[in-house]
Structures are given as structure tokens and as C-alpha cells.
């Protein structure tokens, strides 16, 4: 009798550029994959989401009273199939992992689903500070490896692009590999310590999706409340009938009450307050010292280092003035003495009220992760043997976009760009080659007409039911993320044809 063949000891993965040997038991070296008694096996589940009412629920594997699924998926809400856990297409000849199909209100929908490997990404962080944390183009380095730079800062938050080819293929070695692990720790929402600038001046700030920013060690509790010259115009009313003159520190405009447009309209007399720094417009004044963590993120601890003298023929012994930063952390009252030198005093309640109120308004301070990546290469040839038609297709809104179910802004202009909040997506969503390369879920929603338009694997679709196993990791869909499924998402939502 024919003797069955011994399975090799070592299987060969070919699901990236790596190609590792992967012993029996064993995991490859993204541990991603392992070969279990000589079959290749994708380590992670793959993750439905069901569409329900309910706000986010952890994962199975963190949840010890997870929602009951008792598997029929007719009965239960609609589920939708990520590509978390799914398998890539790598090395990109063959059809996209899953190929799903359900109908949804009478339309056959099919979800093509692929983990895609991505060279070509990175991550934009928005951190919610008016602390200086770095110039404009400073580098942003993880354990001594450039992992990017700052950008531009947007209103009260300080923006950071981290990741890209440049530093994952461009540099080092080491600095690809770093750069890699950086984006994987924030994209999965974990901390990762980085120093921004150089030298002595380099800042130290500790980013992660959703929680405040540490910077120098110190958390950051508030976003600011709007820029002084905002500030001015917001809280104008609750001061002017209680104090002389206010001035609110900003390291963009500071702004003064009396000059200012909003202090004219309520009639507040001039002072004679001279403030340092450049006179935009009245009562806006720019540069009135260095950025830094102090006072409404300029270097100052001592307010009246951005004073000059009263003007003698305006001013008057017993003026009475309120110095408070924009997010109303920090404050000081003074009364001009007889030579018109302000001297600490105590706050009125009225004013004390009004800077609790600027707290009040102010948000908390948060860190936001963005993935970014370029998904108009390869991976489109899972979807389609005709890839430019996927493109078309996405630009036409007939394909909706989706990373591990959550929606994805598809840049304008060519390829398929795509930018998603990775707090809207299943915990653990990402991981890696080393390539280096990020490893990320996409999946393209479509009607099955139009895959078939598109020049898609139709002979490859599975129904949704064959898909879902009792393997699988369910979650609620995250509240306020729309439903991919849904004809709204969709240029033929009214019916019409497409
Ligand atoms: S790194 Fe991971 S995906 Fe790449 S070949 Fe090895 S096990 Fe497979």
C-alpha cells in the first residue's frame, strides 16, 4: 500500500516579499503567519463587524462577556466582513482573499477584502496643544532614527507627518525598521515616546491615539479655548463691565481688549497699554515672545515680560488690568500703581468666574492618528484584472472604500490615497513585513453589477454566510461610522441608474 508522503518540515510563506521558511509550530517573522502541522495559517481571526445600535465593544480576546452570536447571520444585524485577519493578495496575480457577496435591501452587494501591504504609507498626528513642541520641518526622531518632521500647525493643535517611503525605504537600515514599528505601536494605539528638534531644544512628547499628549514629561490637559484675539471676542462681554483691560497671552495673537474690534463695539476706553511684539490689527498682536510651554504656548512664566510702560497721558493709577492665557490655566490680575506700574492684586469673583469659564470651554487635549497610505498599486489586481477600472470606479462612487470597516476619505487626484482614523477601526488592525512595509485592511464595497463592469473575480465570489466562521472575532460597529453597505455611500442610491 501507497505509503502517504511526509510533509515537509518547513513550509514556505509567500504572502510578502520576505518568502520565510516557516518551520512546523512555528510563526514567520512578521508572526502573522505559522505554519500549523504543515498548513500556512493566518494567526489573527478575521473580523466581521455587525451593524447594530450599540456603541464600540472590545474585541472576544478582551472581552470576557462578549455580545452572543449564536451564528445565524440572517437573523442577526448585518454583518460585515474586514479585512482584518484576512491574508493578503501578495504577491498580487491572484484574487483578493475574500470575495464577498450578501444582498442588501434587494441589491447584491460584494465586498472584496485584502490586507494590503503598504509601502507607501504613514500616519498624521494631530496633537491638541498650544505648547511648542517643535518648529516647522523640525525632525521627529524614535530611539535616535528620523521618523519624520513637524508640519503646520492647525488651529490650536500641533500637526506631526510621521512614516512615508522616504524614511521606511529611503534611509538606514534601522531607520526603516523604526520607522515601521513607530507607525505600527501608534496605528494599533499604543504610546510611542518621540523627541522632537534638536539638541537642547528638542521635545520630548509621548503620542497616542486618544489620550492626551505628554510633552516634557508633563501631560497636557486642555485644547485652548481659540486664539487670544478668538478669546478676545468670546469672553468681551463678560469682561469689560469688571476690569480696565485684559490681554490674552497667545504665542500666535495675542489680543487686547481695549483695541480690539470687539472692546470698540462694547466701547472700552483706551488704556495705554503697550504690548510687545508685531501689531497685526488692532488689538492683535503677533510674536510677543518665543513659542515654549508656558503661557498660551509662548516661553513666558511672568506675563508682564510682554509689556511696555503705560502710556503716562492715557493710563491711570488704579487701572486694573487681566492677564489670562488661552486656555485659562494660568491668570494674573494687577493695579497700576501711582507710577503706573502693575502690582499683583486680588481677583475679583466676577473675573476669577470668567477665566474658570475659559477652562470650561476649552476641550480636552488629545492625540489623533491618522493612517495614510497610497492603495492605487498592486493590490488593486485582487479586485480587478482591469486595476485602472477599480480607480475609476472609486473616483466614480461606485466603489466604496473602507479600512477594517471604518470609512476611509479618498484623497482627490489619481491613484487611491486614502486617510482613516484609526480609532474608528477594530483594535489591532495593523501589522507588518519587514520589508519594511506597514501590513493595513482595505476593503472595496461594490453592487456585484458593477464588479462585473469592473472586470472583477466574479467566479470568486463567496456568499457572506460561507465567509463567517465560528473562528471569527465579531464587533458593534463603531458608533457614528457609517455603514459600508449602505446605499447612501452610493452614487445609485436614488435609484437611478449608475
Ligand atoms: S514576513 Fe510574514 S507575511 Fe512575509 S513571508 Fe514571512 S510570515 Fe509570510
Not at 396 to 414: D, F, I, K, N
Request: charged fraction near 20%; glycine fraction near 10%.
Amino acid at each position: 500500500m501507497k505509503q502517504p508522503r511526509p510533509k515537509p518540515e518547513k513550509i514556505r510563506c509567500d504572502a510578502c516579499p520576505v518568502l520565510c521558511y516557516i518551520a512546523d509550530g512555528r510563526s514567520g517573522a512578521c508572526d502573522r503567519y505559522a505554519n500549523h502541522q504543515g498548513e500556512l495559517v493566518r494567526l489573527d481571526a478575521l473580523t466581521i463587524i455587525e451593524t447594530t445600535d450599540a456603541k464600540v465593544v472590545p474585541f472576544l480576546a478582551e472581552n470576557p462577556h462578549p455580545q452572543d452570536w449564536d451564528g445565524n447571520i440572517v437573523q442577526q444585524s448585518r454583518p460585515f466582513v474586514t479585512a482584518v485577519g484576512a491574508g493578503t493578495t501578495y504577491p498580487d496575480y491572484k484574487p483578493a482573499p475574500f470575495i464577498v457577496s450578501q444582498q442588501i435591501d434587494d441589491v447584491d452587494m460584494v465586498t472584496v477584502v485584502t490586507e494590503g501591504i503598504f509601502s507607501y504609507c504613514g500616519v498624521k498626528v494631530k496633537i491638541d496643544t498650544d505648547r511648542h513642541i517643535g518648529h516647522e520641518r523640525d525632525v521627529v526622531r524614535v530611539d535616535g532614527e528620523p521618523i519624520g518632521h513637524v508640519m503646520t500647525s492647525e488651529y490650536g493643535s500641533k500637526m506631526l507627518s510621521l512614516g512615508g517611503v522616504e524614511h521606511l525605504t529611503g534611509g538606514t537600515k534601522k531607520e526603516g525598521r523604526v520607522t515601521c514599528d513607530a507607525l505600527l505601536r501608534l496605528c494599533n494605539r499604543d504610546a510611542v515616546d518621540m523627541m522632537v528638534g534638536e539638541g537642547e531644544d528638542a521635545t520630548s512628547v509621548v503620542v497616542q491615539a486618544g489620550k492626551p499628549p505628554i510633552i516634557n514629561g508633563v501631560e497636557e490637559r486642555l485644547m485652548r479655548v481659540g486664539c487670544g484675539s478668538a478669546a478676545i471676542g468670546m469672553f468681551a462681554k463678560q469682561w469689560f463691565e469688571h476690569v480696565d483691560e485684559v490681554v490674552v497671552v497667545d504665542d500666535h495673537i495675542t489680543g487686547v481688549l481695549s483695541e480690539h474690534q470687539a472692546g470698540k463695539m462694547l466701547d472700552v476706553p483706551p488704556t495705554g497699554i503697550r504690548v510687545k511684539g508685531r501689531r497685526s490689527t488692532p488689538g492683535r498682536y503677533f510674536q510677543v515672545a518665543e513659542p515654549g510651554t508656558g503661557w498660551g504656548g509662548t516661553d513666558i512664566q511672568d506675563p508682564l515680560v510682554i509689556l511696555d510702560a503705560f502710556k503716562p497721558e492715557i493710563a491711570w493709577p488704579g487701572l486694573h488690568l487681566l492677564m489670562i492665557s488661552t486656555t485659562g490655566e494660568q491668570y494674573a490680575y494687577y493695579e497700576l500703581d501711582a507710577e503706573l506700574t502693575p502690582q499683583t492684586a486680588d481677583i475679583p469673583p466676577a473675573l476669577k468666574a470668567s477665566a474658570e469659564r475659559v477652562s470650561e470651554n476649552c476641550e480636552p487635549s488629545v492625540c489623533s492618528v491618522l493612517f495614510m497610505g497610497g492603495a492605487g498599486g498592486s493590490l488593486r489586481a485582487g479586485v480587478t484584472e482591469n486595476p485602472v477600472r477599480l480607480t475609476k470606479s472609486v473616483k466614480e462612487a461606485l466603489t466604496y472604500v473602507s479600512c477594517g470597516g471604518a470609512q476611509a476619505y479618498v484623497w482627490p487626484g489619481g491613484g487611491i490615497t486614502v486617510m482613516v482614523d484609526v480609532l474608528d477601526m477594530p483594535t489591532n488592525s495593523f501589522g507588518y513585513v519587514p520589508t519594511p512595509a506597514l501590513v493595513a485592511p482595505i476593503e472595496f464595497t461594490m453592487r456585484v453589477q458593477d464588479y462585473g463592469t469592473l472586470g472583477g473575480y466574479v467566479d470568486e465570489i463567496s456568499p457572506v454566510e460561507d465567509v463567517i466562521s465560528e473562528q471569527a472575532r465579531r464587533v458593534d460597529q463603531i458608533e457614528g461610522q457609517p455603514d459600508p453597505m449602505a446605499r447612501s455611500n452610493y452614487r445609485w442610491k436614488s435609484g437611478g441608474s449608475a
